[in-house]
């Protein structure tokens, strides 16, 4: 049996796991700006700022309730944005490529995102998958895994 860092298994199924640290110490990072905004600051600009950064801090805390999973007996993708949101349901045979995006300043990787890339119905429908900074490699170990748990050649 094939361990994997960022996929665990249960029956037949693999769940990707959600980086609920980095969406919640985003998420306080966020608010401890938002609050010093509203101690400091003293024009309608900043509330209405305030209110910008709390809309941001929830939806980074609604983030970290996503929930993917590879169904490896159906061949297909159950993929579930928020805990409120319709799970939305894919065909391993859907599948298009898997795209990791760097945001590079002056030849410092900043960001780096992990996006599945998924074509239904004539459309092109991307995933999310994860996030990391300042170095691309362990999307790569990720796209490595998800290449060995969908049966994709290399």
Request: aromatic content about 16%; glycine content about 4%; proline content about 2%.
């Amino acid at each position: 049996m094939q361990t994997f860092k960022y996929f665990e298994k249960e029956g037949s199924t693999y769940h990707l796991k959600v980086q609920k640290g980095f969406f919640y110490t985003m998420a306080a990072i966020i608010f401890a700006i938002m609050v010093l905004n509203l101690i400091y600051a003293s024009t309608k600009g900043a509330a209405v700022f305030a209110v910008f950064l709390a809309v941001i801090g929830i939806l980074s805390i609604l983030r970290s309730t996503t929930e993917i999973s590879f169904d490896m007996v159906d061949r297909k993708i159950h993929y579930k944005a928020f805990f409120f949101s319709a799970p939305i349901t894919y065909s391993f045979d859907d599948f298009d490529h898997f795209l990791v995006s760097k945001l590079k300043s002056l030849f410092i990787t900043l960001g780096v995102s992990g996006i599945l890339v998924m074509q239904k119905n004539r459309k092109t429908k991307n995933i999310f998958l994860r996030q990391c900074f300042f170095s691309a490699k362990p999307l790569q170990k990720l796209n490595d895994e998800l290449y060995i748990i969908m049966g994709l050649p290399d």
